[in-house]
T-cell receptor, first 110, second 114 residues
């Protein structure tokens, strides 16, 4: 079983719409959770950390469900610039050892 | 905004040759990392480095790989004898003085082994 699993997509989203997707992780001892964004052939960039209580950053909302071992990302009022691959990232016992999912591709269309 | 810089951005090398990828982490950071991403695949952890020694390494980071911080600013990844399957984007990353600080990635070095 993969440590971090994501629906690869693509999720084709009209501009202004809302899109949401999940990620599941296998290690129940996982401690920290993040969403990173990766544009084509670029480096991953931290989008937001995910906290147990759920958190919001502008149009982005992240949720963590430890019991079911999944995290989610919701993007409201999608912009063309939101088109990217969204990487679910988890750490367990070692902070710097980020475990990446393969990513969910989002394509926002005019 | 401070950033992690990597050189070269792209290198083509023949199988069996040695390659050194260079990175300048963010200046006050103390934790350094190398990750790689084979085309079309996920980003994978290679190694973490702190206090001038390897903290942790993955199964990928075998005897062909080594890291060094030769002069207090650069952080290098050496691949001793490259294989075709080493072709990938290699990302250097660094994080701050406190354990748990955000990890910032460089733009990557694209290695093609022919």
């Amino acid at each position: 079983r993969k440590e971090v699993e994501q629906d690869p997509g693509p999720f084709n989203v009209p501009e202004g719409a809302t899109v949401a997707f999940n990620c599941t992780y296998s290690n129940s001892a996982s401690q920290s959770f993040f969403w990173y964004r990766q544009d084509c052939r670029k480096e991953p960039k931290l989008l937001m950390s995910v906290y147990s209580s759920g958190n919001e950053d502008g149009r982005f909302t992240a949720q963590l469900n430890r019991a079911s071992q999944y995290i989610s990302l919701l993007i409201r009022d999608s912009k063309l610039s939101d088109s990217a691959t969204y990487l679910c990232v988890v750490t367990s016992d070692s902070w710097g050892k980020l475990q990446f999912g393969a990513g969910t591709q989002v394509v926002v269309t005019p | 905004e401070p950033e992690v810089t990597q050189t070269p951005s792209h290198q083509v090398t023949q199988m069996g040759q040695e390659v050194i990828l260079r990175c300048v982490p963010i200046s006050n950071h103390l934790y350094f990392y190398w990750y790689r991403q084979i085309l079309g695949q996920k980003v994978e952890f290679l190694v973490s480095f702190y206090n001038n020694e390897i903290s942790e390494k993955s199964e990928i980071f075998d005897d062909q790989f080594s890291v060094e911080r030769p002069d207090g600013s650069n952080f290098t990844l050496k691949i001793r004898s490259t294989k075709l399957e080493d072709s990938a984007m290699y990302f250097c990353a660094s994080s701050g003085v406190a354990y748990g600080n955000t990890i910032y990635f460089g733009e990557g070095s694209w290695l093609t082994v022919v």
